[in-house]
């Protein structure tokens, strides 16, 4: 039997701004429905590769190769098109619209007649959300939107799913809710990249972790085994070795 393609393959990726290079040289490669987890210190270039992945920020050099596909030098409108959403860091909904339109926004680039069924498959997995579906999203607690936002990215139907500090600003209670909705989401079957200041929370949830320091990968491995590497622990965890 073939082995199963990554979800995502990354190779020598490089990318900064302007004459700043943040990204110098990252390797990474994802599996079909897993959570990885990027930690590491402010300014390792954490949300960096989620940009250049997106194709919000051109990578100068490496590639990107998503479901077995080439997509260095595809704009982030085509990535879109394949599957590869981002739900960026900080409030990206409508607040002048309802959570129902919302998620019908979501749904902009699609043309096929699913996408009410859609809406409300996602109030079945998303309680919460069905409880506010005529609330605007301006009105919703940052746990709230933080779960519409995921639930719009949901509409796109999409394979690859980079998602960057969900639990920011977040009270414990909400982060809680806001990573149980990502674990959910994986049992679906999507594949999530998660960028997340709330290092030892986000290892608990993820298949694997990788720490990124001056852009580059220093460490990789499952998340247990992340949650256990004494200098992990020390240097990224606040823990003791």
Avoid: W
């Amino acid at each position: 039997m073939a082995a199963e393609l990554p979800a995502l393959e990354v190779r020598g990726l490089r990318a900064g701004y302007g004459e700043v290079v943040v990204l110098r040289g990252v390797d990474l490669a994802l599996q079909p429905g897993t959570i990885t987890a990027v930690i590491g210190a402010n300014g390792a270039g954490k949300s960096t590769l989620l940009r250049t992945i997106f194709g919000l920020l051109r990578a100068t050099s490496g590639t990107i190769i998503f479901a077995g596909e080439d997509i260095t030098h595809l704009g982030s409108h085509g990535r879109l098109g394949k599957g590869l959403v981002l739900v960026p860091q900080g409030r990206c909904n409508f607040p002048m619209m309802t959570v129902d339109e919302n998620l019908q926004m979501g749904a902009f680039t699609r043309t096929d007649r699913g996408v009410r069924s859609d809406i409300e498959r996602i109030y079945q997995e998303f309680e919460l959300l069905a409880g506010r579906r005529r609330v605007l999203a301006g009105n919703l607690s940052g746990g709230e939107q933080q779960l519409l936002e995921m639930a719009m990215a949901l509409m796109i139907k999409p394979k690859l799913i980079l998602v960057d500090e969900p639990s920011l600003g977040l009270s414990p209670g909400m982060q809680q809710l806001v990573f149980g909705a990502i674990t959910r989401l994986r049992d679906l079957g999507t594949t999530i990249l998660m960028v997340e200041q709330n290092a030892v929370q986000a290892l608990r949830i993820a298949n694997r972790g990788i720490v990124i320091e001056l852009g580059v990968v220093r460490h990789e491995g499952t998340g247990p085994s992340m949650l256990q590497n004494p200098e992990v622990r020390r240097a990224y965890l606040g823990l003791p070795a």
